[in-house]
Each structure stands twice: as structure tokens, then as C-alpha cells.
């Protein structure tokens, strides 16, 4: 699968690992790194300098030989190329403690997302203050994507009421969405979703755990097994 970043045709996994590398670079200019090599910057993203290379083939040739990245270049550069250097307006859908801490991540006005509305069915919650933003009902779904030109939405509802989200969302014109809830959503061609789902992730990190080693369990049911024999 290929993306068309600036008119260009870059591989999806390529993609993914450029925000990486932006990260990476920002980590570089906080600790006033003003040029880096391929190898420190392949170190830097957790990527070999092979993968690190080709990727930045794709955007065009920004390092000097022997001397390596412009660290200031080369971020603006990436964060251009993925569209981050101009402001997008986020909205959140599900204000209960994910949808909470979602507000209030820093990350989201430090990386050009601009969060401009939170959303939710419970009247309880309508009107109070989570990051400086007013919580407001679902129904005022449709005026703020109109208003605010909003391009992206963020769903952090329980897994039944996601896909409803989503329809709204994409018939009031939003065409990306992130979608933390634990279901798998179905929208329209032209209309791209991406998935964080928490308890994969941890389940993943359990498959590599219990890997390592005799886990704590395993040790207690093996002395269970030899008392009984």
C-alpha cells in the first residue's frame, strides 16, 4: 500500500515512521543538536540507517555527505511532507477518562492539532470544563465540523456507540478519524481510520513477557504439581 505525500507516491510503512523520526528530531533540537548523521538519527527512531535512508529517499535528498541532517531542516521538512505545519482543527467525541486525557494532552497543540470542540451524549457532563473547552452535546456535532473546518475527529466512546459516531462524523464531512473504542468501524472509500486499541497493545506486550522467562504463576503452579506428587 502506497500514500501520495506531495505528490508523491510513499509506501504506507514508510509513513508511519516519519512522525517517528519528526519526534526524534524534536528530541535533537531540545538537547541543541544542530546536525546529525543517518546512523545517530537511525538510533534516535529505534530504525536501522538502511530503513532510515530509503525512507528519507522518498521526500528528496536533504543531507550533505560528510557532514549529515540539518536537524531544524530536516524536521521542517518531514513535518511538512506529513502536513503538520499548518493547524488542524480535532474534534473529540466521548469525554469520559479516556476522552479527558485525550483533551488534555499537550501533544495535540504542540504538533499542529488544535482541538476546537469536545463532544457527548450525557447530559450530565455538558457544559463543564476539561482543557479549557466546554464539553457540548453530540448533537452540536454537525455546526462545529461546518464552523470550524474540522477534517479530523478523534471517537473515544464505548465500542456500541462508535460506529454510530463514525456515521455522524463522516456525513458532517469529517474524512480521517482515530478511533480509540474496541470495534472496528465501517466508513465510505475516501474516508481513512486509524485504530489505537490499548488493550492489543497490552496483550501484545503479555505474549512477549511471558516469554522471558517463568512468570510468577508458572513458578507457583510447578510447586503446586511436586507437593501433590
Same mark, same amino acid.
Given at each position: 500500500? #502506497? ?31 544542530? #546536525? ?25 535528498? /536533504? ?12 524536521? +521542517? ?7 503538520? #505545519?499548518? @493547524? ?16 488534555? /494532552?499537550?501533544? =495535540?497543540?504542540?504538533?499542529? =492539532? ?7 451524549? @450525557? $447530559? ?12 457540548? $452535546? =453530540? ?27 463514525? @456515521? ?11 478511533? =480509540?473504542? $474496541?470495534?472496528?468501524?465501517?466508513? $465510505? ?17 503479555? +505474549? ?22
Amino acid at each position: 500500500m #502506497t500514500a501520495r505525500v506531495a505528490g508523491r507516491e510513499i509506501p504506507e510503512a514508510t509513513v508511519a515512521r516519519l512522525p517517528v523520526y519528526l519526534r526524534a528530531l524534536h528530541a535533537m533540537l531540545e538537547h541543541g543538536t544542530v #546536525t546529525c548523521s543517518s546512523e545517530e538519527l537511525a538510533v534516535a527512531a529505534g530504525v536501522n540507517s538502511a530503513k532510515l535512508r530509503k525512507d528519507l529517499s522518498y521526500l528528496g535528498s /536533504y543531507g550533505t555527505r560528510g557532514v549529515g541532517y540539518d536537524v531544524d531542516y530536516l524536521r +521542517y521538512q518531514i513535518a511538512r511532507e506529513i502536513g503538520v #505545519t499548518q @493547524d488542524w482543527a480535532v474534534i473529540i467525541v466521548g469525554i469520559g477518562n479516556l476522552g479527558h486525557a485525550l483533551a488534555n /494532552y499537550s501533544g =495535540f497543540r504542540t504538533r499542529g =492539532f488544535r482541538v476546537v470542540a469536545l463532544l457527548d451524549a @450525557d $447530559p450530565a457532563l455538558h457544559g463543564r470544563q476539561v482543557a479549557g473547552l466546554p464539553v457540548r $452535546p =453530540f448533537d452540536d456535532l454537525e455546526t462545529v465540523v461546518r464552523d470550524s473546518g474540522v477534517a479530523i475527529g478523534v471517537i473515544a466512546t464505548p465500542a456500541l456507540a462508535a460506529q454510530d459516531v463514525a @456515521d455522524r462524523m463522516v456525513a458532517a464531512g469529517v474524512t480521517s478519524i482515530l478511533n =480509540f473504542a $474496541p470495534s472496528v468501524l465501517s466508513v $465510505p472509500a475516501g474516508v481513512d481510520v486509524r485504530k489505537v486499541d490499548l488493550s492489543i497493545e497490552l496483550q501484545i506486550l503479555a +505474549y512477549h513477557e511471558q516469554r522471558k522467562g517463568p512468570q510468577p504463576a508458572d513458578d507457583a503452579a510447578s510447586r503446586l504439581a511436586g507437593e501433590a506428587s
